[in-house]
């Protein structure tokens, strides 16, 4: 089996892509693989480390109001396009697969425009415009939420989850553990700001630093790489107690997930599926930045589960995210309820759905 696979910009759109292609070399050991992305997006660093054959296009994303800049994004998908197709009839692939970010738009068309069968990976309740435009020319919709099919043809669109939920099964807590130093007998919380971080987050935890290390559980704060020296500025030894633990990014994230007892977190699509698939409780803040405030309607499904507690990003604070932290570990049955709730949610077959999606267009 040959696939190329493009997805980026964002964590939330390159992991799900990782996990497919696990789940791809599972099923076909010899299957060949090319990762079509840019050399701007994270993918440019996280897929080389996964020895994943990786060529990029460059390509922009289009502004919603009108402006030179569109002129310029219109010119750039059109070479985009021209070296997507040689990339394309020189690899030969018998399905391609976008799974989001503007990088796919020129992919994914070029292959639908040479008569490969394609597929669209939709880890959102509320679809980009990528994904839109591209749903019209793909044989398949691969959707993650029941509310993301209305934006789509019909015919075409089909729930399988995110494959990520998968991935976060197969783990190794010990080793996600020992990769912090993290003391097996506390509780952990896990705070990150998505795959970029979160500066509205930063400036919490950094408004309470001195009360973190008084609590009886261990927090590891991650700050996204950009971040990482301005917080570090701010943060004293002593305030970087044995129970605070400060990274700039962790690229081990399944395992690290299998160590921690709550997370506190935006609410990206790919997130919320690995939490779920792990039934691990968490507190979600919405980025208001994202199109059509789709973080917020993700959240909304798990918080009326009552898988999450969900504070916007206004209304959020150092003192409501310790209060909120404390209510979920010492009110009785408060964190097994979540959990439960969590686990409803899940989709821990997604990535063996995703990859029948590539095999049935393919045939
Ligand atoms: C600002 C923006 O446009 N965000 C979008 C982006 O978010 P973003 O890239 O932040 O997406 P998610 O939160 O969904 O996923 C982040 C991914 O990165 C991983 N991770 C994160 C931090 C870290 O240190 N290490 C690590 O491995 C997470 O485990 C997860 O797999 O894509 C998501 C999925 O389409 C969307 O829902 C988000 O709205």
Redesign the pocket.
């Known amino acids: 089996m040959r696939v190329v696979v493009s997805g980026g910009?964002?964590?939330?759109?390159?992991?799900?892509a990782l996990s497919l292609i696990k789940e791809i070399k599972r099923n076909h050991e010899n299957a060949e693989i090319l990762y079509i992305g840019t050399e701007r997006g994270?993918e440019a660093d996280i897929v080389p480390r996964e020895n994943i054959p990786f060529e990029t296009i460059h390509i922009s994303g289009f502004k919603r109001k009108l402006s030179i800049e569109n002129i310029k994004t219109i010119t750039r998908f059109l070479t985009g396009t021209k070296r997507a197709k040689k990339l394309i009839q020189n690899f030969k692939p018998d399905v391609v697969i976008g799974t989001?970010g503007y990088v796919c738009g020129p992919v994914v068309y070029a292959a639908a425009k040479l008569s490969i069968p394609t597929v669209i990976h939709e880890?959102?309740s509320v679809p980009?415009l990528t994904n839109k435009f591209l749903s019209r020319y793909v044989d398949r919709v691969a959707v993650c939420f029941e509310e993301a099919k209305e934006f789509f043809p019909k015919e075409k669109v089909i729930f399988t989850g995110n494959p990520?939920a998968s991935d976060v099964l197969d783990i190794d807590k010990e080793a996600g553990r020992n990769s912090l130093n993290l003391d097996a007998t506390k509780k952990t919380v896990l705070i990150?700001?998505?795959?970029?971080g979160a500066r509205p987050i930063n400036d919490a935890f950094l408004s309470v630093i001195g009360e973190w290390s008084k609590k009886n559980y261990q927090v590891v704060y991650?700050t996204?790489s950009v971040h990482y020296d301005t917080v570090m500025g701010k943060v004293n030894e002593v305030e970087q107690s044995k129970n605070v633990i400060i990274?700039?990014?962790?690229?081990n994230?399944?395992d690290v997930?299998g160590a921690i007892d709550l997370i506190v977190?935006?609410?990206?699509?790919?997130?919320?599926?690995?939490i779920t698939a792990l039934g691990l409780p968490s507190i979600l803040i919405p980025?208001p930045?994202?199109?059509n405030n789709?973080?917020e309607k993700?959240a909304n499904a798990l918080k009326v589960n009552g898988a999450a507690i969900v504070r916007k990003e206004q209304e959020m604070s150092g003192e409501v995210l310790l209060n909120d932290i404390d209510q979920i570990f010492s009110v009785q049955g408060k964190w097994n309820e979540m959990n439960r709730a969590a686990l409803e949610l899940g989709v821990p077959h997604a990535a063996r759905n995703v990859f029948q999606v590539l095999v049935d267009v393919s045939r």
């Open positions: 910009g964002t964590g939330g759109h390159i992991y799900p994270l989001g880890q959102n980009g990520r990150v700001g998505g795959s970029r991650v996204g990274r700039p990014f962790i690229h994230m399944p997930l977190a935006r609410a990206g699509a790919t997130t919320l599926a690995e980025s930045y994202v199109t789709h973080q993700n």
